[in-house]
């Protein structure tokens, strides 16, 4: 062998360690996750991302949609939790920036009330009276509204929007208000505060009572560029959370310790009580589009703008087969 070759040789065999990791290294997802019960699932994917090969997924807790959403768009989180409409006005006002992969938590709104049981309350108890509301311009305002309207209602009852999500829970408890429609873990919360805090009505039953369907609360979506290229790590992604929604559903109490482990906004004990009722589900976004746009439809109805003036189209449902 001549000089010349022998000296190549040590530079290939350094190289072939660099080839090996890049073609080898797996791609990173990057996960945005809420504050709230759409978070109990991922702590168990946190805990186990390591033995289940999904060792490369990163999570960022996110105080609210407002502070996730950015993020998503600008390609800083590449999936993450928000609401159908959020996820919908997106989509319809900002080019396809977004789409949806799946429900991944159907309704869980109640109202609450010291006054009364399940068993002696009716829709129509609420004449002439104020009902304390969890979201202005979002899934409580207009699907109760909504359900107000079908109750002939729509003009006789007061929502006020006036008092913090946070602080619902203690105005109930010291009778400040005396109805106060909220989502998990809100009604959690203020029942862990006061025992005589009844679930008068679960919405969920009510408008399924109505239409025959659920109704979505939560999606997951992803950035549209990031899922056009990556659709087998979402697919392995989306199986993931599947497996980690069934697993909570199963194990409340162990779900809440590690939910409290990962910092998710939740303590163990209001993580575990808010599993009963949180409506943990996972259905991907072509098999849960009726879904989706029958909510879609009242936002419609109720205010264009809140989804972008229309109901999203084909991309919006986005596949990972």
Known sequence: MNAKAAKKIPLFCAL?????????E?????????????AIPCAWMIENSGTSGMENLVFES????????PKLLKGELDAGFLPPNVAAKVFNSGGGALVCLGI????????LSKDHTPEDFSLEQLRGKTVQCAGQGATPQYMFGWLLEQAGLKDSVTMDFSIPNANIAAA???????YALVPEPFATVAQTKD????????IQEEYKKITGRDFPMTVLVANAGFARENKKLL????EFYARANRWTVKNPKEAGVLTEKANLGLTAFVAEKAVFNANFVWQAAPEGREQIESLLSLFLKAEPKSIGGKLPDDGFYFSVK
């Open 172 to 178: 109930l408890v010291s009778r400040k208000v005396q």
């Open 104 to 111: 991944c938590g159907n309704g869980n709104l109640y109202l």
């Open 195 to 202: 025992s005589s805090v009844k679930r008068v009505l679960n």
């Open 16 to 24: 072939i360690p660099l080839l090996f990791c890049s073609c080898t």
């Open 235 to 238: 697919k392995k992604f989306t």
């Open 26 to 38: 797996k791609k990173q997802l990057r996960v945005g996750v809420l504050n709230g019960p759409s």
């Open 62 to 69: 996110c105080t609210s949609a407002q502070t996730e959403l």
